[in-house]
């Protein structure tokens, strides 16, 4: 996947009689803007409105203390989802793809219809079968199983608008002097937002949210030693060179937005521990990354059937395509919502320790996190042609040692 969806980092070499040459750096970074106008098509519109529309019956339902309605939401939440899912798989057809991308009214016919199909039949078995109870039981872990995997997905797409303005920096680039800068960022952003996250503790303090002084010493604690990791194994990784003007620029960049979405999460898993888990704010991120899902696998789809076309190769057949993006991004972005929604229900009695799942899912965000933040350095050292090793390998042993 990773192959499919970055922006190309090779540039080319600066001439010698020309040091002031603007960089080639590859395929056009598409925009904020960009982004809306794919999400916001005229074809994608609809099912963004439908996915809009279903999240906000969740929220809703979520306030009720009512196992009928956490129920629904179960039950709304699998129809949704694997309705989407479905119509994905049956894009290959003709009859089915003609249907769903041709006149404006009839886009989401296909879809709502297979999703309350599958509703209807999960409601049958809730209500009609002696496996009532066992289904709920399955589809409620399965919730869970989705939540905590979401975890992962949501540090991985959260890179993208952090690459993006990264890239755009560093095209920019054409001095060739070394530079520290990378190096300085990366060592300074975990404290930046350190101090930016007692800030905004101070002001809630302010308004009534109690913190106490463990709270904030940990707060200090655990920043400065996921930020020693992180800089201890991009250290190893980069080596001498982080002084590359472009890797510096890129890599700094990309580490002061990229900290202020783990420090985030590492305030709300901290918070977790002595409240009830903020499943509710947590909910921003949630939209933010279903915006982000739908660009980067609509981006996926379209820049390799671009590619193909380019090469004038035969186009291959693959799971993804322009036709049918949209709609696995619905289902897997509904079945994460459903998950959300589920877990901040009042009535839900599934899961006994809430806490420990917020702690826990939170966790899995900063460890994957950091992941994210040393493959996508990674990624630019390779793009440039700096290293040539394997990922682990460029860590267990640098390259000028």
Known sequence: ME??????????????SSPDKKLDTGPKIITNFEILQ???????????????????????LSQSSSQFLVDLILILGFGFS????????????????????????TILVVPLTLSSLVSLSIWYVFEFTEYGNQLKDLLSFGLVVIFVIWQFAQAWWMRVPFKELAISRMS??????QSSFGKLANVISPLFWSIIGFGIFSFLESQGTDFSSMFKITWFVIMAVLGSVTFYLLFRMNSKHWSDPMISVFSAYFAIGYWG??????????????????????LIFMVITIMLVIYSLSAQALRSETRNEANGSKPRSSI?????????????TAAYGASSF????????????????????????????????????????????????????????????
Do not use: C, W
Not at 38 to 60: E, N, Q, Y
């Open 342 to 401: 589920f877990l901040a229900s009042i009535g839900t009695m599934f899961v006994d320790n809430i806490r420990s799942v917020g702690f826990i899912s939170h966790l899995i965000v900063i460890i994957s996190g950091i992941l994210v933040l040393l493959l996508v350095n990674y990624t630019a050292l390779v793009g440039r042609g700096l290293i040539d090793q394997g990922f682990v390998e460029s860590i267990r042993t640098p390259k000028d040692n």
């Open 261 to 282: 979405f783990l420090a985030y999460h590492a305030g709300v898993m901290l918070y977790s521990r002595e409240n009830q888990p903020s499943f509710v704010f947590d």
């Open 3 to 16: 192959e499919e969806i970055e922006i190309d980092l090779k540039t080319e070499d600066l001439d010698e």
């Open 320 to 332: 993804l395509n322009r036709h049918n993006v949209i709609f696995y991004a619905i289902s897997f």
């Open 38 to 60: 794919i999400i916001f098509s005229r074809k994608t519109a609809p099912h963004a409105v439908a996915l809009s529309i279903f999240l906000i019956v969740l929220g809703v």
């Open 82 to 105: 694997v309705g989407y899912l479905m119509t994905a798989v049956l894009m290959r057809f003709d009859f089915v793809r003609n249907f769903s991308i041709g006149a404006y009214r």
């Open 172 to 177: 920019k680039v054409v001095s060739r002097d």
